[in-house]
């Protein structure tokens, strides 16, 4: 029996390691949707405001059935950290990060993109989210693991080397191939500046994240009003921008496939994931798992679109992978020393209640108080 639970463990602290590496290749997908939408000449900015239209229109129905019963009472502040979820995590970062790619490049701005676990941990420290004690060994592990995770991400968007061959499919789904564009110098300091922007945004929504998910702990329902609030933004913004309303048009295309995807998937099913695993691993473990979108769109792109991967690829992916063992280890050491406020029952199986049996002689007759506690809550249900 003593086995069969450590097992058990074992495989229920993998989850959210799993969970984060579904969302990383959801992501990365979106990437080759967002490629293959604009290069049929779709406006990006409709994109997304689809994007988070077709996620609210997947995730309100299901929260509201799911956790009708379970939801707390909606509070102003939780509606002021939803419109800031939906602005930072959502409307804002993905307006910044396309633009960036319009000024600069997809390849420049994917690198400092990469920056996000960096900023994450240095917000999470000023936050007292995160400890930066280098005197533990988890605490070097995660500092070190966050420092080798961004320079390979680095070394893997720019360094080149020798190239490998790679089998391809050649599904030829560009229907014009894309040239190189020469940007001026102006342009590059305002996209990276963007880029750089975008990352304190994206970091940023993972503290407040954190924040909502402890006030209120229904990762659909908060899911659902941070989809919301982006629809919202970013309708808005793509209608000031973009007057044509031809545009705005869907036909049974990849654009049609584009959305669905990006927002059933991607923000509906993904962004609950990553509420999940923000709640019981905080900040900076989901944030170290960016640089691995970065090693999956690159293989996605040498099988499906015929990019060329160089030897530099590969080491900054191995790299990649050591700085996220890194985090990952000391933060499972961590989290040892801590009481681990378990996720809903949505997500993990629902456990026994504990019950624990106290008397006092002020109690009538001696008297037995019995007092249940549910570990998956931590809701204490006290019976006389």
Sequence with gaps: MLNCGKLWHFINGLKPVLLMVIVQISFALVNLLYKVAANDGMNLRILIAYRFIFASAFIVPLAFFVERKSRPRLTWTVLGQAFLCGLLG?????????????LTSATFASALANLVPG???????????EKTSLKTLPGKAKTFGTILGIAGAMVLTFVKGIEIKMWSVHTHILKNPTHQITHSTRENLIGASLAIVGCFSYASWLIVQTKMSARYPCYYSSTALMCLMGAIQSFVFAVILERDWNQWKLGWNVRLVAVTFTGIVASGMMLTLIAWCVRLRGPLFVSVFNPLMVIIVALIGSIFLDEKLYIGSVIGGLLIMLGLYGVVWGKGKEMKKMIVLAPGPELIPRMDTVEIVTSSVSDEGGAQNKSKVRPETGEEVIEK
């Design 90 to 102: 959502g409307s804002l970062v993905q307006n910044l990060y396309l633009e960036s790619i319009v």
């Design 119 to 129: 900023v994450t941990f240095i917000l999470g420290v000023l936050f007292r989210m």
